[in-house]
C-alpha cells in the first residue's frame, strides 16, 4: 500500500534559534535566504518532540528543507 507521509512542524516560530519538531527526518537542510547552508545540531529524543539549534546565527529568515521516504517538504523558520 501506499504510506501517508505526515506533515512536520517546527515550533515555536518564530524564536531564538532553538525549534521543536515531532518527527526526524532522512536528510535535514537549513540555508539562510541566499542560499548558504546553516549549521545545526540535532537531539533526537524518544519523546515525540526533538530539537534542533542553529549555531550563531543572527535574526533572519531560514529556510528548512526536510525530506523523508522520498518526500521533500520546505519550511520557513524566523529567528528573532
Known amino acids: 500500500g501506499i504510506e501517508e507521509i505526515m506533515p ?39 519523546a515525540a518532540e526533538n530539537r534542533i539549534s542553529l549555531s550563531a546565527v543572527t535574526s533572519g529568515i531560514y529556510i528548512i528543507r526536510w525530506k523523508e521516504k522520498g518526500s521533500a517538504r520546505t519550511g520557513k523558520i524566523l529567528v528573532r
Open 8 to 46: 512536520v512542524s517546527f515550533y515555536p516560530n518564530p524564536n531564538n534559534g532553538v525549534f521543536y519538531f515531532d518527527k526526524m527526518a532522512d536528510e535535514l537542510v537549513v540555508t539562510d535566504i541566499t542560499g548558504k547552508q546553516i549549521d545545526y545540531t540535532i537531539e533526537e529524543s524518544d
